[in-house]
């Protein structure tokens, strides 16, 4: 069976200082990757996806980036971190046959940045 | 551009109540999936329901039903006899079937109350 895993499961950063959050899928191949941050009390904004290996689609410009090293292995960073960046993200995959467009969740990261 | 409208920020029922949350959505596209997640405290989505853009058949699944209108590009999601464990945020999201790419709506946040 499938699973993601993500770590750390909550940070707190001072502000103008590094990220890396790390998601990995077990279990598929060739999963449609996804990061998104969920702002306190909002709903999910989607900042990256990703249908491939070095292949990342950028929603929202922002001080973030995110990279695709291995097929299933999914990062999130920033060289300097803002206040605004605070929040839950929370990384997905999908598949394209069977349930396409189903995408399904990790247990997520809360950021917070001091 | 795609948008999901989850019109009801919050809504607060007592146990054993029926209660309906509302989801628009707008896309271009002619073929698409719609879903419903479900976020309980914890903060991990899961996923409850898929449907495909073709099938406008309504599902039932236990306690839930979903309404499925392409008409009115409605995708409603029914609880029947709401219970204190169905107290969450629930989203609704659009995905297009080209390259994956997805759209939340804000979430609907149900309370209810024994």
């Known amino acids: 069976s499938q699973t993601i895993h993500q770590w750390p499961a909550t940070l707190v950063q001072p502000v103008g200082s590094p990220l890396s959050l790390e998601c990995t899928v077990e279990g598929t191949s060739n999963p449609n990757l996804y990061w998104y941050r969920q702002a306190a009390g909002r709903g999910l904004q989607l900042l990256f996806y990703s249908v491939g290996i070095g292949q990342i689609s950028s929603e929202v410009p922002q001080n973030l980036s995110a990279s695709r090293p291995q097929d299933r292995q999914f990062i999130l960073s920033s060289k300097k971190l803002l206040l605004s960046d605070s929040g839950f993200y929370l990384c997905?995959?999908?598949?394209?046959?069977?349930?396409?467009?189903?995408?399904?969740f990790g247990p997520g990261t809360r950021l917070t940045v001091l | 551009a795609q948008k999901v409208t989850q019109a009801q920020t919050e809504i607060s029922v007592v146990e054993k109540e029926d209660v309906t949350l509302d989801c628009v959505y707008e896309t271009r596209d002619t073929t698409y999936y719609l879903f419903w997640y479900k976020q309980p405290p914890s903060g991990e989505l899961v996923f409850l329901i898929r449907?495909?853009?073709?099938?406008?058949q309504n599902e039932i699944s236990g306690r839930y039903s979903w309404n499925f209108q392409k008409s009115t590009s409605s995708f409603n999601f029914t609880i029947t006899a709401s219970q204190v464990v169905d107290s969450a945020v629930y989203f609704c999201?659009?995905?297009?079937?080209?390259?994956?790419?997805?759209?939340f709506g804000d979430g609907t946040t149900l309370t209810v109350k024994p």
């Open positions: 449907r495909n853009s073709f099938d406008e």
């Open positions: 997905a995959w999908s598949v394209l046959a069977g349930g396409f467009g189903t995408q399904y």
């Open positions: 999201a659009l995905v297009n079937t080209n390259a994956g790419k997805s759209t």
